[in-house]
């Protein structure tokens, strides 16, 4: 099973966030970073953010609980 997430450390930025965002899907995940675009780094909630964001998501393997 994978995890998907999105670090915002690797998209500098002018406050130097370091938030790293995950959720199970892609699309949990960017709902929770169109969230958090709009409230930490003033952006606006349109289709080319959350294009944007999506090729933003990256994907990591999560050791199967023993
Ligand atoms: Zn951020």
Excluded: F, W
């Excluded at 790293?20 to 995940?29: G, H, K, N």
């Excluded at 969230?35 to 964001?53: M, N, S, Y």
């Amino acid at each position: 099973m994978e995890r998907k997430y999105i670090d915002c450390r690797e998209y500098p930025s002018e406050m130097n966030c370091t938030v790293m965002l995950s959720a199970d899907s892609d699309d949990e995940l960017l709902e929770a970073a169109v969230q958090h675009a709009i409230a930490v780094h003033g952006e606006k909630d349109t289709p080319g953010l959350r294009t944007e964001i999506r090729k933003m998501i990256k994907s990591m393997p999560v050791a199967k609980a023993a």
